[in-house]
């Protein structure tokens, strides 16, 4: 099946950086969603991208949709504690799938 | 809104005895899915319904585990029996109607600790 690898697999940054972080697939992906994860709790959505190109913001984060269909970023502004977690993209499984497939995920802490 | 809603959030049980978690999906949420996360393997589906009907099984790892809904209200995720390796953290999630990759809504999860 497809694969995602995401990378950095863990970052430490001083609160108020900004941080970036990518995935990668293999196989072209139609849309790419990225998620965060809270400690103890499950994954919420953070931004969908549904076009090659396409840069969406949700406040301080901002996710771009690769031009190769086979990659995404993800880019955190000005970080502060609260944007400790993990963070996973995922995208259907296949072209219209209900099912998700999901990178290994970036665990970022913020040092105050 | 209440959410998804899981039951327990945690568990501990020894090996081979039967474990069953449960899961409230958001009202009017005709989808409904079970994954599993561990360190190793990361977020995996492990089968998912569509109006109660089990759609796709196919990330089930084997015959100790199962998985009903009665109603579209609950579903329960059964082991039995249960292994060490099975320990995990077993999320829900229930979806729109279209059941659209992106409309997934996710519960806190189950941790489940097998010795």
């Known amino acids: 099946g497809q694969q995602l690898n995401q990378s950095p697999q863990s970052m430490f940054i001083q609160e108020g950086e900004d941080v970036s972080m990518n995935c990668t697939s293999s196989?072209?992906?139609?849309?790419w969603l990225w998620y965060k994860q809270d400690p103890g709790e499950g994954p919420v959505l953070l931004i969908a991208?549904?076009?090659?190109?396409e840069l969406t913001s949700n406040g301080r984060l901002t996710a771009q949709f690769g031009i190769t269909r086979k990659d995404s970023f993800l880019n955190i502004s000005a970080s502060i504690p609260s944007d400790v977690g993990i963070y996973f993209c995922a995208g259907p499984a296949w072209a219209g799938s209900y099912q998700l497939t999901f990178g290994k995920g970036t665990k970022l802490s913020v040092i105050p | 809104d209440a959410g998804v809603i899981q039951s327990p959030r945690h568990e501990v049980t020894e090996m081979g005895q039967e474990v069953t978690l449960r899961c409230k999906p958001i009202?009017?949420?005709?989808?409904l899915f079970w994954y599993r996360q561990t360190m190793m393997r990361g977020l995996e589906l492990l089968i998912y319904?569509?109006?109660?009907?089990?759609?796709?099984d196919s990330g089930m790892p084997e015959d100790r585990f199962s998985a009903k809904m009665p109603n579209a209200s609950f579903s329960t995720l059964k082991i039995q029996p249960s292994e060490p390796r099975d320990s995990a953290v077993y999320f829900c999630?229930?979806?729109?109607?279209?059941?659209?990759?992106?409309?997934?809504?996710f519960g806190p999860g189950t941790r489940l600790t097998v010795l």
């Open positions: 196989s072209i992906f139609n849309t």
């Open positions: 009202s009017g949420h005709d989808y």
């Open positions: 319904f569509n109006n109660n009907v089990p759609i796709d």
């Open positions: 999630a229930s979806s729109l109607p279209l059941g659209r990759a992106d409309t997934q809504y």
């Open positions: 991208l549904y076009k090659a190109g």
